[in-house]
């Protein structure tokens, strides 16, 4: 599993000029530190070619989710189980160890069920519904009335506004943690020329692109060290892996071409998230600029 301390505040690591968390900056609501780059930009689209970290960093993933996805196929066909799953009612259902997943345990009951759960929790933890299970368990399926639901899908929500903040920016992500009733992600530019309000009509337009495309979430549990190559062009996630991370492996997500260091769990596919709406800009202006987007 990883480190559970990846959720630490990426904001209150100072790396070169950004002294300051941002989450200051959100509380600010990013009036005064956004009037000198609001308002006269026409706004921003997609960069064309998209940042070449993307594609170093997809080349690496697939590479590694080719060897772990034979791995887990071997270890379905060699050491799967039986094995019981218990749910809340106390009804026990069969299901066969690194094969059967909570998404097929809630098919099995109803399809409705299945469309409306968000996530699951296998033995009290949170578990992405397309994971196998490995062992006997009890299961709950979580729906959106549920908080812990509501966190999850205010977190698959930030990598949304997070895949489409590297396509349109290019900077580095930073942290994305789900807030009451919404989330936000940080990212750290280079420069902060140009960034203001008038670029939410793109970042949401494509917000909406990567809604439609029904982009998976995959999980994939990666070496430390092999992280470190991958997220070799942000600072950020390197010191989030050098001083946070104290086990040999932890996981990075992938939907479409965002890869990011995280703990999960996430929806099972960004077609999941409904809508979402951009309502600030914030920026530390220091030499260079840390940008938080909220959205609610
Ligand atoms: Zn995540």
Request: glycine share 6%.
């Amino acid at each position: 599993m990883a480190d559970q301390t990846v959720v630490e505040r990426m904001s209150e690591l100072q790396v070169d000029g950004s002294k300051k968390g941002a989450k200051e900056n959100g509380k600010d609501g990013g009036k005064k530190k956004n009037k000198n780059v609001a308002g006269d930009s026409a706004g921003k689209t997609e960069l064309s070619p998209p940042p070449q970290y993307i594609d170093e960093r997809l080349t690496l993933y697939a590479k590694l989710k080719a060897e772990h996805d034979a791995l887990i196929a071997e270890r379905a066909a060699k050491d799967s189980k039986p094995i019981k799953v218990t749910l809340p009612d106390g009804k026990v259902v069969d299901a066969e160890s690194w094969k059967t997943t909570p998404y097929q345990v809630a098919c099995e009951i109803s399809q409705g069920l299945a469309d409306n759960t968000v996530i699951a929790k296998v033995n009290d933890d949170v578990w992405d519904l397309d994971r196998p299970l490995e062992d006997d368990c009890s299961l709950q399926l979580l729906k959106f009335d549920d908080e812990d639901a509501q966190a999850v899908y205010w977190h698959s929500s930030a990598h949304i506004l997070g895949e489409a903040m590297e396509r349109v920016y290019g900077g580095c992500l930073c942290y994305g943690p789900p807030i009451e009733n919404g989330f936000y992600y940080d990212m750290f530019l280079d420069n902060n020329e140009g960034v203001s309000s008038n670029d939410f009509p793109c970042l949401e337009n494509l917000c909406k692109k990567i809604i439609k495309e029904k982009q998976p979430f995959e999980r994939l549990e990666i070496k430390k060290e092999t992280l470190l190559e991958m997220f070799k062009y942000n600072k950020f996630k390197c010191r989030i892996l050098n001083e946070k991370v104290t086990t040999p492996t932890t996981t990075v997500y992938r939907c479409g071409p965002l890869i990011d260091l995280c703990r999960g769990p996430h929806v099972r596919h960004t077609g999941k998230i409904k809508t979402l709406k951009i309502h600030k800009v914030s920026l530390k202006k220091t030499k260079k600029a840390c940008m938080t987007l909220c959205c609610y």
